[in-house]
């Protein structure tokens, strides 16, 4: 990889955001998801209904036997009432008058007929006087349970209820979600370009960093060469071959304008690859090894000179 210009930093574009869903795309995709919508609001309907009727068929004498034993509990004497009221009613229905009811209108039958009460106009007029009697009392108990039943309903069917999806399913609905949608895609490019924009700002500050501290490093003398952390230590041979072929220069650093002198890495790692790394397109040298090299070919220059 080239150099590139430390200086500079790293340019980030925000990508423009795509353009908001129009009124006619929406009204499109409702017109086609509609009938969709439709056709499982049919489908589940009746699942729906059934589902009703097996819970009331389950669990209605358990709702039933729970709201009387609150009524007795919440009015015990309102319901005590009730209770004996309708036991009446239901046996009055089905009962003969009581004796004393019946001697009362035979008795009072017979004063109003007077002389006729043995003849057979006056027995056909109390046998038939008798029986409306008798429908009239089983009339009282029937209409003392009907009272009772127009006070307290005991049951109040329903149709079962069923979810109505296509209704909440309208133009303005799909409008309101694309909308909606849209607000969170949207942002989701503004958050995008930040994150970049922060990973760029970070990847060049570490540059930064990176740069300044290993240039400040060298400029000090500082490196490790602690013996203790290292391995497979070797002597240096024709160290004085591979120097001849360096080229020592001097240079400008463009970042801080300061004048320097070295080697070039490129040229270096003709030499010396292994003298030689890069990190993140910057190739950097090792000042140590080349140390080594020069120490090295001194030694053999010694010899030959002596």
């Known amino acids: 990889m080239g150099c590139f210009d430390m200086g500079g930093g790293t340019t980030i574009n925000q990508p423009a ?4 869903p129009s009124t006619a795309e929406s009204i499109q995709a409702w017109t086609e998801s509609m009938p969709a919508v439709f056709a499982e609001q049919q489908r589940q309907a009746p699942l729906q209904a059934q589902q009703q009727v097996d819970l009331a068929t389950q669990y209605a004498p358990q709702l039933g036997a729970a709201a009387k034993a609150g009524q007795e509990a919440l009015y015990p004497e309102t319901s005590a009432l009730q209770e004996q009221l309708a036991g ?14 019946q001697e009362k209108y035979r008795s009072d039958m017979a004063a109003n007929l007077g002389s006729n009460v043995g003849s057979g106009i006056g027995a056909d007029y109390q046998s038939t006087g008798m029986l409306q009697a008798q429908q009239g009392y089983q009339n009282y108990y029937r209409n003392l349970g009907l009272s009772l039943a127009g006070r307290q309903q005991l049951a109040s ?5 069923t979810g109505q999806y296509s209704q909440g399913f309208t133009p303005q609905t799909v409008m309101g979600n694309d909308q909606q949608g849209y607000n ?7 958050n995008m370009y930040g994150a970049n924009s922060g990973l760029a700002a970070s990847q060049n500050q570490m540059q930064g960093q990176m740069m300044g501290g290993t240039m400040g490093a060298v400029g000090m003398g500082l490196m490790m060469s602690d013996v203790c952390l290292k391995e497979n230590v070797k002597n240096i041979d024709s160290a004085l071959e591979k120097v001849e072929k360096l080229q020592g220069v001097t240079f400008d650093w463009k970042q801080q304008k ?10 270096l790692e003709k030499v010396l690859p292994e003298a030689v790394t890069e990190v993140n397109g910057i190739k950097m040298i090792k000042p140590m090894m080349i140390i080594g090299y020069l120490i090295e070919a001194v030694k053999e220059l010694s010899k030959k000179v002596n």
């Open 184 to 190: 969170s895609f949207a942002g989701l490019y503004g």
């Open 88 to 101: 009446q009613a239901s046996e009055g229905m089905n009962a003969q008058m009581p004796d004393w009811m």
């Open 157 to 161: 069917p329903t149709m079962p209820q």
């Open 17 to 20: 955001t795509p353009a908001a």
């Open 258 to 267: 300061q004048t320097d002198g070295g080697v070039i890495a490129q040229e």
